[in-house]
């Protein structure tokens, strides 16, 4: 049996759609637009790495990064992101989201701009210290997810709240985007001011030494969208569901909300005393009461996201056959170093710009209309379809007329992953746990999701080696080959709809009624398993 609300979140709740829950999207998503431009443009620029630092005298292409360093230098932020994302979603449940969210920011301007700044002439100086300063830039990212996610969550109103925190992530589509832009200016701007031959005409001069600024300039612009939120993240006030449900400091929450809201907010002391002293609110993590109740969703959240980013982070490998396929890069040593940094950039923003940045949009569109649960079912199901239909008949599509088809299912795999669970496992963790461990429970989810990302990023950069010893790439063992590597990652997409079915639906309720922070305490209740719905009525 469900208790009364507080007034305090009850207004929250109910409240119309304000100038501020537009001006909390834009802080929370400027983090966001900063993690997306940190971890995806070092892939813009590894080519280049590979030209400045391991070129090779006399031979026929362009240096390219040794596949242990390669993995290292995409990886390792990745790395740092899952260890950000369960220090930080702890922290916040302990010290209040606003007190930690400062930190996360901190952090990440700082290490982006060291990134830039890696020292050393030697290969291996350069890049043990640019991996050491990403794996920090990607632990302060890590925290951006859980905090952001749940400030925004805490936030918003019930009807809308779907919406606003799918437009947080969304602003991961802007900062693809806006890496690709700055990219493409910095390399276009270099190349115009230093002409530089293909390699094929003269391999030494086609780098210029001033190539080496290039890289640099573009890991450190991450830091600008950053350090422009950080005197509006430290002017938010705390959330009034933290305040009120986990320091329980009635006044306080009243009093912030009331500005927040500009309406008079009573602060019911007393009710806020008797709701911390209800079983519903008392049990912890590692407890069976949470097993009973969260367990489910906790192994829904975790085994979706982890199966998502195996796919979708895998998806980068086939990019280069993409790009190839429609003609937007040309072979390496027929280009010169910023030449090649152009094209790629210019590839990566037609692809954010076409499908990445509209399938977001259509989530946040979409969300509190069609539900959470709807969106990434259909999701998972689609990417499964399309994974099978490049897989199945892969050496029709290898053939040249057939390339344009290829390209269209693939940018169809990625505006469904946007429209579908790539936005879902990032908001349905933030409504459905309580609100004491509800950063926490969201960074193991999203912690889980990073090590997906990990397997997906490197262990079918592997797989995905042609069987044929003599036909792999520099330095890489026979993997079991491209086709096989797709119908793999058709069975994980697969898998992830299975689990889906573990996940609520909390479309249009309460995050208390969700949670369950309001119940009456009675023995029946205590009998009775919980009441969310997986699939909606």
Same mark, same amino acid.
């Given at each position: 049996?469900?208790?009364?609300?507080?007034?305090?979140?009850?207004? !929250?709740?109910?409240?119309?759609?304000?100038?501020?829950?537009?001006?909390?999207?834009? @802080?929370?998503?400027?983090?966001?637009?900063?993690?997306?431009?940190?971890?995806?443009?070092?892939?813009?620029?590894?080519?280049?790495?590979?030209?400045?630092?391991?070129?090779?005298?006399?031979?026929?292409?362009?240096?390219?990064?040794?596949?242990?360093?390669?993995?290292?230098?995409?990886?390792?932020?990745?790395?740092?992101?899952?260890?950000?994302?369960?220090?930080?979603?702890? !922290?916040?449940?302990?010290?209040?989201?606003? $007190?930690?969210y400062?930190m996360?920011?901190?952090?990440?301007?700082?290490?982006?701009?060291?990134?830039?700044l890696?020292?050393?002439?030697? *290969?291996?100086?350069?890049? %043990?210290?640019?991996?050491?300063?990403?794996?920090?830039?990607?632990?302060?990212?890590?925290?951006?997810y859980p905090?952001? %996610?749940?400030?925004?969550?805490?936030?918003?109103?019930?009807?809308?709240?779907?919406?606003?925190?799918?437009?947080?992530?969304?602003?991961?589509?802007?900062g693809?985007?806006?890496?690709?832009?700055?990219?493409?200016?910095?390399?276009?701007a270099?190349?115009?001011?230093?002409?530089a *031959?293909? =390699?094929?005409?003269?391999?030494?001069?086609?780098?210029?030494?001033?190539?080496?600024?290039?890289?640099?300039?573009?890991? #450190?612009?991450?830091?600008?969208?950053?350090?422009?939120?950080?005197y509006?993240?430290?002017?938010?006030?705390?959330?009034?569901?933290?305040?009120?449900?986990?320091?329980?400091?009635?006044?306080?929450?009243?009093?912030?909300?009331?500005?927040?809201?500009?309406?008079e907010?009573?602060?019911?002391?007393?009710?806020?005393?008797?709701l911390? #002293? +209800?079983?519903?609110?008392?049990f $912890?993590?590692?407890?069976?009461?949470?097993?009973?109740?969260?367990g489910?969703?906790?192994?829904?959240?975790?085994?979706?996201?982890?199966? !998502?980013?195996? %796919?979708?982070?895998?998806?980068?490998?086939?990019?280069?056959?993409?790009?190839?396929?429609?003609?937007?890069?040309?072979k390496?040593?027929?280009?010169?170093a910023?030449?090649?940094?152009?094209?790629i950039?210019?590839?990566?923003?037609?692809?954010?710009?076409?499908?990445?940045?509209?399938?977001y949009?259509?989530?946040? %569109?979409?969300?509190?209309?069609?539900?959470?649960f709807?969106?990434q079912?259909?999701?998972?199901?689609?990417?499964?379809?399309?994974?099978?239909?490049?897989?199945?008949?892969?050496?029709?599509?290898?053939?040249?007329?057939?390339?344009?088809?290829?390209?269209?299912? =693939?940018?169809?795999?990625?505006?469904?992953?946007?429209f579908?669970?790539?936005?879902?496992?990032?908001?349905?963790?933030?409504?459905?746990?309580?609100?004491?461990?509800?950063?926490?429970?969201?960074?193991?989810?999203?912690?889980?999701?990073?090590?997906?990302?990990? @397997?997906?990023?490197?262990?079918?950069?592997?797989?995905?080696?042609?069987?044929?010893?003599t036909?792999?790439d520099?330095? =890489?063992?026979?993997g079991?080959?491209?086709?096989?590597?797709?119908?793999?990652?058709?069975?994980?997409?697969?898998?992830?709809?299975?689990?889906?079915?573990?996940?609520?639906? *909390? +479309?249009?309720?309460?995050?208390?009624e969700l949670?369950?922070?309001?119940?009456?305490?009675?023995?029946?209740?205590?009998?009775?398993?919980?009441?969310?719905?997986?699939?909606?009525?």
């Open positions: 049996m469900a208790g009364e609300q507080l007034q305090v979140l009850s207004a !929250l709740d109910l409240a119309k759609t304000q100038w501020y829950h537009f001006t909390a999207i834009v @802080i929370a998503g400027m983090g966001f637009f900063t993690d997306a431009y940190d971890l995806f443009s070092i892939s813009l620029v590894t080519k280049l790495l590979g030209r400045i630092y391991y070129h090779v005298d006399g031979a026929p292409k362009p240096g390219t990064l040794p596949p242990n360093v390669s993995a290292a230098v995409n990886g390792v932020a990745l790395c740092g992101t899952l260890a950000g994302q369960l220090f930080f979603g702890w !922290l916040g449940d302990k010290m209040g989201r606003k $007190s930690v400062g996360t920011l901190i952090l990440m301007v700082v290490c982006s701009l060291a990134s830039g890696s020292l050393g002439d030697e *290969p291996k100086a350069v890049m %043990a210290t640019l991996c050491f300063f990403r794996f920090w830039l990607g632990f302060g990212i890590g925290g951006d905090l952001s %996610a749940t400030i925004m969550s805490e936030y918003a109103n019930k009807k809308t709240r779907g919406a606003f925190i799918a437009a947080v992530f969304a602003m991961q589509g802007f693809i985007l806006a890496g690709g832009v700055v990219s493409l200016v910095v390399s276009a270099f190349d115009h001011r230093f002409k *031959p293909s =390699y094929q005409d003269d391999p030494v001069g086609s780098t210029v030494k001033q190539a080496d600024y290039i890289w640099r300039i573009i890991l #450190m612009f991450g830091a600008i969208p950053a350090a422009l939120t950080y509006w993240r430290m002017k938010m006030p705390e959330t009034a569901r933290y305040t009120a449900l986990v320091a329980k400091d009635a006044k306080k929450a009243a009093t912030d909300m009331s500005k927040v809201l500009q309406v907010i009573e602060a019911e002391e007393t009710k806020v005393e008797k911390a #002293m +209800k079983s519903a609110n008392s $912890s993590l590692f407890s069976r009461e949470f097993a009973r109740r969260h489910l969703h906790l192994l829904g959240t975790t085994t979706t996201w982890f199966l !998502l980013d195996i %796919a979708f982070y895998s998806q980068n490998l086939f990019q280069k056959d993409i790009f190839s396929a429609i003609g937007w890069i040309p390496a040593e027929t280009m010169s910023t030449q090649e940094v152009y094209r950039s210019r590839a990566q923003t037609l692809i954010a710009l076409c499908s990445t940045v509209p399938g949009w259509f989530t946040v %569109a979409f969300i509190d209309y069609m539900g959470r709807a969106i079912l259909m999701g998972f199901f689609f990417m499964t379809v399309f994974m099978f239909a490049l897989a199945i008949p892969y050496h029709h599509w290898t053939l040249k007329p057939n390339r344009i088809g290829f390209v269209v299912i =693939y940018s169809l795999t990625f505006f469904f992953a946007n579908g669970p790539n936005a879902t496992t990032f908001v349905v963790p933030a409504e459905i746990f309580p609100a004491r461990l509800r950063s926490t429970c969201h960074g193991i989810s999203a912690a889980a999701g990073k090590a997906g990302a990990i @397997i997906g990023a490197f262990g079918f950069l592997y797989a995905a080696q042609n069987q044929d010893k036909k792999t520099a330095g =890489y063992p026979p079991i080959g491209v086709k096989n590597s797709l119908i793999v990652l058709g069975v994980v997409n697969f898998l992830g709809m299975l689990f889906t079915f573990l996940v609520p639906e *909390p +479309k249009g309720k309460s995050l208390e949670t369950g922070e309001n119940d009456e305490d009675s023995p029946e209740l205590d009998m009775q398993p919980p009441t969310n719905r997986t699939v909606p009525v």
